[in-house]
């Protein structure tokens, strides 16, 4: 299995990525047909898993027949090719002869770039900044996905011209097997792509069915809400439920509604509670001074759902993908330093 080296054209904004770049396409050609992607580490330890080339190749040609991606369109990179996001990317530009600008991984990726791009993937940062910018030739379609979405940002995202949809997805299945377009009428629904298929177990964890890339069924961690077998509402990770007094809470789920109200990166946790076994906190990444009360929420989440402490810290803890860690930034916080929200 080779590239077609001489239909890739690549367009160096930030020359600094060619080594990482070329690297990807010499192992791309090498007759070893797996090849090795680390996973994000956001939900456990990173481990190295092994992708066969031909099941991205399938991967990459349903995202672009999905998307209606042309055949010699213009792609942009600006997420890391050590990731199973940057890597599809590439080899989505592989399928369908694409040019690829390829510019720095970092939330302002966009900056220097001031030609048409039919398609890029982000990362909700990159998205943001991408939405808060004056260009001149607006992105056809973005996906963006590596983490959740607030509500602000969705509701930015619905307002703009460009094609967008949040994606869901793992490195075991290849990047993503559905898509959430992000418009004034979208709904919560993801959408799979065609030839895959959803269940649950009994405990509401979706289960994927994508019989080209895998034999048996993939199991996940996620909580969802199913609807057929080709459309989900996502409703969190079942890692990261809360067990509050009783009652199970979904941090995802709280996250995405209390957006519009912090303007810094933020998640919502736990700590043990004499009363309630662990209760509801929320960490905020600022050096500021920040002082928040339940009035601020209320109108937002339910009266169980009201985090009771909150605590700021400098930098949160983040995975190589730019995940937030959420168990090791827990543990970097002091006992001393909760504060009350009234």
């Known amino acids: ?9 690549l ?10 770049i070329h690297s990807f396409l010499k ?16 939900t456990g330890p990173p481990k190295t898993i092994q992708l066969k080339k031909e099941h991205m190749i399938i991967s990459a040609k349903k995202t672009l027949s999905q998307l209606q991606i042309a055949d010699a369109s213009t792609l942009h990179l600006g997420l890391s090719t050590k990731t199973i996001a940057g890597k599809m990317m590439l080899v989505r ?38 939405l808060q910018s004056q260009v001149i030739t607006p992105i056809e379609t973005i996906i963006v996905g590596g983490a959740h979405i607030n509500r602000q940002l969705e509701q930015e995202a619905a307002k703009s011209i460009s094609r967008i949809y949040h994606t869901f997805g793992m490195t075991e299945t ?33 289960i994927i069915s994508f019989p080209e890339i895998s034999e048996m069924p993939i199991e996940t961690r996620d909580i969802v809400e199913l609807l057929n077998p080709s459309t989900f509402d996502w409703i969190g990770r079942s890692d990261n439920c809360i067990n509050s007094g009783g009652i199970k809470f979904f941090p995802e789920n709280i996250e995405r509604r209390i957006g519009q109200k912090i303007s810094y990166p933020y998640f919502i946790s736990s700590i043990p509670d004499k009363q309630l076994g662990k209760c509801i906190v929320l960490l905020v990444e600022t050096d500021d001074s920040l002082q928040f009360s339940k009035d601020d929420f209320s109108e937002l989440l339910g009266i169980y759902e009201l985090p009771k402490y909150f605590q700021a810290l400098k930098e949160f803890i983040k995975t190589a993908n730019g995940k937030i860690n959420r168990t090791l930034t827990l543990e970097k916080t002091s006992a001393n330093a909760w504060r009350k929200i009234l």
């Open 1 to 9: 299995m080779t590239y077609k080296k001489y239909f890739l054209k």
């Open 174 to 206: 290849i990047s993503h097997v559905a898509l959430r377009r992000l418009s004034i009428e979208s709904t919560n629904h993801y959408h799979a792509l065609p030839g895959i298929h959803f269940s649950c177990n009994e405990s509401n964890e979706l």
């Open 93 to 130: 530009a592989l399928v369908n002869d694409s040019n690829v600008i390829v510019s720095e991984v970092s939330t302002n990726t966009l900056a220097k770039i001031n030609e048409p791009i039919h398609f890029s993937a982000m990362v909700p940062l990159q998205l943001e900044k991408y």
């Open 11 to 20: 367009n160096f904004n930030d020359p600094s990525r060619k080594k990482s």
């Open 27 to 42: 192992e791309w050609e090498s007759s070893d047909e797996l090849m090795y992607v680390q996973t994000s580490g956001s």
